[in-house]
């Protein structure tokens, strides 16, 4: 059983608000990742951590930053929030070629 | 740059019935091959992988997916349906050397009684 956790789940904010939303893993996997899926689309890796102190962009462009202090926590961070920011964040732990395990998303809404 | 391309958006298909999910990726190294499963309101599950070894692979709920490399393709069947299968189904590759997971957009598999 996957142990990641994401919050909040569901989230609608006014524009121009700082938001983050939280990731947290308790498997000691030392790759997180935070995808952005929209309806109908494939998931588009914006952020990528290969351990502590480690971040790198992903392969989509995003305004979005991220942080990695401890190894369990990959929070993800909007300074000012747009309508364009709308989209299910997804975050993901991995190690070796297990796979990805999923948090449940957290459903933003811009208005 | 890898890429996935899953043909279908949307099957919809009746209960008992068989049903093939297509997955075509585009790489030109060594892939591991992975479907995930994602229920309404739910993140991604893996649902089956393929790393080495046997071409056909199979999940504990009864789908299975296969390997074929000269059609660089990794479709996804199962024999006979149940409703509680309805989910969007997403097809994902891995290159060796890539850092994470390539995705494709997703198939809505509708299962109807």
């Known amino acids: 059983e996957a142990d990641i956790y994401q919050t909040p789940r569901y989230l609608v904010i006014g524009t121009g608000k700082k938001i983050t939303l939280e990731c947290s893993q308790t498997m000691g996997h030392d790759k997180m990742y935070w995808y952005q899926q929209d309806p109908g689309m494939e998931l588009h890796l914006i952020h990528y951590?290969?351990?502590?102190?480690?971040?790198e962009k992903g392969d989509l462009s995003s305004e979005s930053t991220v942080s990695r202090i401890r190894t369990e926590h990959f929070p993800l961070t909007l300074e000012s929030a747009r309508p364009s920011h709308t989209s299910q964040y997804l975050c993901?732990?991995?190690?070796?070629?297990?796979?990805?395990?999923f948090g449940e998303g957290s459903r933003l809404t811009v208005l | 740059a890898q890429s996935v391309t899953q043909l279908d958006s949307q099957v919809p298909v009746f209960e008992e019935a068989p049903v093939e999910l297509r997955c075509n990726y585009s790489?030109?190294?060594?892939?591991?091959l992975f479907w995930y499963v994602q229920y309404p309101n739910q993140g991604l599950q893996l649902l089956l992988k393929y790393l080495s070894g046997s071409t056909l692979v199979e999940s504990i709920n009864g789908f299975e997916a296969e390997f074929n490399k000269s059609q660089t393709s990794f479709h996804l069947r199962k024999p006979s349906v149940h409703i509680s299968d309805t989910a969007e189904y997403f097809c994902a590759v891995k290159g060796t050397g890539r850092r994470a997971l390539t995705f494709g957009s997703g198939t809505r598999l509708q299962v109807q009684p």
């Open positions: 790489s030109s190294v060594s892939v591991y």
């Open positions: 993901a732990s991995s190690e070796g070629l297990l796979g990805l395990f």
């Open positions: 951590s290969y351990g502590v102190n480690s971040t």
